[in-house]
């Protein structure tokens, strides 16, 4: 049930910020566009009306708080502030992962059985961690080694990661397995 709140949240996250938001500010763009370009000739802002002004500078808050988010995600995903202790739990288990800014990490992990909710087996790993580029909003980086989290990687040793790092309302999140949806929050 968790999962599905937290897709749905995204879901509506991604909606709002980018649907919505793109939307709105291409409209106004055309709104500055039309008021500074086509009407520079125009009333002085002195001699505007109220509403006039009004809806000027609504517009031009929403126009600034929409850049402002994805400038904040760039700002939340930065390799400075990729360190930081991060957690993750689900029906898997419990896991945490210490990132420190001289590239290194530990992880530690305490599996537990997702039919009876017994435990099965408890670990830690170290390794080093490497920044691997930007996608946009979103730092990818290498954790090597790293041990899968998912059940069908838990009899395998430790391997290389690709993983992704995302900001989330305000949240630092690392993804380290897409397919069975574990990520790791600050």
Avoid: C
Wanted: net charge positive.
């Amino acid at each position: 049930m968790r999962r599905q709140t937290l897709e749905l949240g995204f879901a509506v996250y991604f909606l709002v910020v980018f649907g919505f938001g793109g939307l709105m500010l291409l409209a106004l763009a055309v709104y500055f566009t039309r008021e500074l370009i086509f009407r520079s000739d125009g009333a002085a802002w002195s001699s505007r009306s109220t509403r006039s002004r009004v809806m000027f500078l609504t517009a031009l808050g929403l126009a600034v708080l929409l850049v402002a988010i994805p400038l904040r995600m760039l700002w939340l995903t930065r390799v400075a502030a990729v360190p930081g202790l991060y957690s993750s739990s689900g029906v898997w288990g419990r896991a945490t992962l210490n990132v420190w800014p001289d590239g290194t990490f530990h992880e530690t992990w305490s599996f537990r059985n997702e039919y009876n909710g017994k435990s099965e087996g408890d670990g830690a790993i170290q390794g080093r961690w490497r920044d691997s580029g930007r996608d946009w909003l979103t730092r990818n980086i290498t954790l090597e080694p790293f041990q899968g989290l998912a059940s069908y990687d838990r009899g395998h040793p430790p391997r290389s990661s690709q993983s992704n790092v995302m900001a989330y309302g305000g949240r630092t999140v690392i993804e380290v397995d897409t397919g069975s949806d574990i990520t790791f929050a600050k």
